[in-house]
């Protein structure tokens, strides 16, 4: 409708929501009118309440939003003023906007699955009694979610994931062993229909674990170095990781058993030897083991021990000498080292190397092996036969075959 006036010509509004449509309840709507020839003063009288409108961002177009909250048919009309020096007033007819409870449409909405995210995260190592967090973020979900894990060494699970906050909701496992998991989340829409929807299926791997495996040489976990006939206490201890240790020198087994074993040894000669603690590979645990080197070397001796024994009551008492004194044995006595290693008698001044009853100054019975030079003084007896070398040529003497 356009309404012609002495100083302003106001057109009829124009809707963006035609009168007699229904509509949901709550829904915002926006009126518009064309005003021209105003002096920019413009009203809305709508229900009853009167509200003043702007001009928008198109030239002499006049906006009105509202909620509509009420069901029922509600009358309006714009007014505003001329912008002659009259400033004569004019409004439009008087119109209805009908709003109505609508039927829904069809709820064609499923819940949507995003940002999926684990703690602790994929591969990581196996570690006793830990808890294993899933969290999923999800849209247009009427709040059930349902967690679906399996693994081919554990269990499968299905459980109801819980709402952390806002739209994420997070389902925890316990004390995963080491292996490969599936898992996915079932959700429900939030409309009518509740139409179902699953998330892809996420793949999880819990790897093995290293044990913490010690090696103590008297207490240190360090190399040691040392003499001869020293007691050196050796103990494996396994602080993480499942099975039986085994505690070796030089390969050899010296003590194996669960968690902590000890061995102590008298290193009597001197060499270099290895101490280990190992364990085997277990299903959540590698193998494992750790290693420090002994280094035995020989000591200088302090004393010499001998042991003399008595004609008189046949036994053997041993005895120490300072390595820096003499040892001197008396004109009367006899010394017999073994039954027929060495004999000394300081009376008739004989010595005896495999026999007590030598019959000269020195009397060998058995073989003699002389790397160095031989000096003789006097005459050589030669009741055998004698091979030696002159200048690189064998040569025999005496009665040889």
């Not at 961002?57 to 009309?77: E, I, L, M, R």
């Not at 000890?262 to 590698?286: C, D, R, Y």
Request: negative net charge.
């Amino acid at each position: 409708m356009n309404v012609k006036m002495t100083s302003m010509f106001y057109t009829q509004a124009l809707m963006s929501i035609t009168d007699g449509i229904e509509y949901i309840d709550g829904t915002t709507y926006e009126f518009n009118t064309t005003i021209t020839s105003t002096n920019g003063t413009a009203f809305i009288e709508y229900d009853g309440s009167n509200t003043t409108i702007f001009e928008s961002t198109v030239t002499d177009v006049y906006n009105f939003t509202f909620n509509d909250t009420v069901v029922g048919a509600k009358p309006y009309y714009f007014g505003s003023w001329g912008n002659g020096t009259d400033n004569n007033f004019n409004t439009t007819l008087g119109l209805f906007h009908h709003s109505v409870n609508a039927t829904p449409a069809a709820d064609n909405e499923f819940p949507q699955f995003n940002d999926e995210t684990v703690n602790p995260a994929n591969n990581s190592a196996y570690l006793e009694s830990r808890i294993y967090e899933f969290n999923v973020t999800l849209n247009s979900t009427n709040g059930t979610v349902i967690f679906d894990f399996s693994g081919t060494s554990y269990p499968s699970i299905q459980v109801q994931a819980t709402n952390l906050t806002g739209n994420i909701f997070n389902a925890s496992v316990f004390d995963l062993p080491v292996g490969n998991w599936t898992y996915n989340y079932t959700s429900w829409g939030n409309g009518t229909d509740a139409l179902q929807n699953s998330s892809v299926n996420y793949g999880y791997t819990v790897s093995k674990a290293t044990p913490d495996i010690r090696t103590f040489i008297n207490g240190n976990r360090a190399d040691l170095s040392t003499t001869n006939n020293t007691v050196i206490n050796i103990t494996g201890v396994l602080q993480i990781g499942v099975g039986d240790i085994n505690v070796t020198i030089n390969g050899t087994q010296v003590a194996a058993g669960a968690t902590h074993q000890t061995n102590i040894t008298q290193f009597l000669f001197a060499g270099v030897f290895t101490a280990n603690t190992s364990i085997q590979e277990s299903q959540n645990f590698t193998s494992a083991r750790e290693s420090w080197v002994i280094t035995i070397s020989l000591a200088v001796p302090q004393n010499y021990w001998f042991s003399i024994r008595s004609e008189v009551d046949k036994l053997y008492r041993s005895f120490a000498v300072d390595r820096n004194d003499n040892v001197e044995i008396g004109q009367r006595s006899n010394l017999t080292i073994g039954d027929l290693t060495l004999f000394v008698n300081p009376i008739s001044n004989r010595i005896g190397i495999g026999t007590l009853f030598p019959q000269q100054t020195l009397n060998v019975v058995g073989n003699a092996n002389i790397t160095g030079n031989t000096f003789i003084g006097g005459n050589l007896n030669i009741s055998g036969c004698l091979h030696y070398n002159v200048g690189g040529t064998p040569t025999k003497l005496g009665d040889c075959i």
